[in-house]
T-cell receptor, first 116, second 112 residues
Framework: GPKVLQIPSHQIIDMGQMVTLNCDPVSNHLYFYWYKQILGQQMEFLVNFYNGKVMEKSKLFKDQFSVERPDGSYFTLKIQPTALEDSAVYFC??????????????FGPGTRLLVL | QQKVQQSPESLIVPEGGMASLNCTSSDRNVDYFWWYRQHSGKSPKMLMSIFSNGEKEEGRFTVHLNKASLHTSLHIRDSQPSDSALYLCAASMGYNQGKLIFGQGTKLSIKP
């Protein structure tokens, strides 16, 4: 089936540094998402993105977070600067049409981020 | 307050048995439910979705939805060891730009 790839699979970083998480969505998909899962808790929506713009973001999407997909390359989540509470698994998802009620979201395997 | 609650937290079923997983939303704006399966270290993969009252069957998997109570259940018959995984229930609302609201998951173990 359709595959979403995420790079790297694991990242360890010192608090205050910048980190970029990369997502390679399914090739013909137009809508992109980031979700965050803290250990032992449920996955939570961060942001979705379409046509170069953020459509919706949650309160977890702090000012230190940004997303972009320059020229059809990776869809990225950048955190600058990182904080201890940013330690989590970050899942990328994509869908051909708007997800939720209109279409299935396909998820990547996650990037495990540890901020020290 | 969690908007999507799943039960049980974990479940052990003998091989060949029936596994039944539950999910309820406390938000009356929810109108679509999704069931995802996630093997350890892998991507969550969509199993089934439902938005109409009643039931839907695909192979060994059956999903039920009661819209009045916003309760959905997933049933796996003839369970196999490969069904051992984390099962995630997610809900969505027609107006909210594709956001999925997830429950905390049910960890299913199938014992040979």
């Amino acid at each position: 089936g359709p595959k979403v790839l995420q790079i790297p699979s694991h990242q360890i970083i010192d608090m205050g540094q910048m980190v970029t998480l990369n997502c390679d969505p399914v090739s013909n998909h137009l809508y992109f998402y980031w979700y965050k899962q803290i250990l032992g808790q449920q996955m939570e929506f961060l942001v979705n993105f379409y046509n170069g713009k953020v459509m919706e973001k949650s309160k977890l999407f702090k000012d230190q977070f940004s997303v972009e997909r320059p020229d059809g390359s990776y869809f990225t989540l950048k955190i600058q600067p990182t904080a201890l509470e940013d330690s989590a698994v970050y899942f990328c998802a994509s869908s051909p049409r708007l997800g939720g009620n209109q279409d299935t979201q396909y998820f990547g395997p996650g990037t495990r981020l540890l901020v020290l | 307050q969690q908007k999507v609650q799943q039960s049980p937290e974990s479940l052990i079923v003998p091989e060949g048995g029936m596994a039944s997983l539950n999910c309820t939303s406390s938000d009356r704006n929810v109108d679509y439910f999704w069931w995802y399966r996630q093997h350890s270290g892998k991507s969550p993969k969509m199993l089934m979705s439902i938005f109409s009252n009643g039931e839907k069957e695909e192979g060994r998997f059956t999903v039920h939805l009661n819209k009045a109570s916003l309760h959905t259940s997933l049933h796996i018959r003839d369970s196999q060891p490969s069904d051992s995984a984390l099962y995630l229930c997610a809900a969505s609302m027609g107006y909210n730009q594709g956001k999925l609201i997830f429950g905390q998951g049910t960890k299913l173990s199938i014992k040979p």
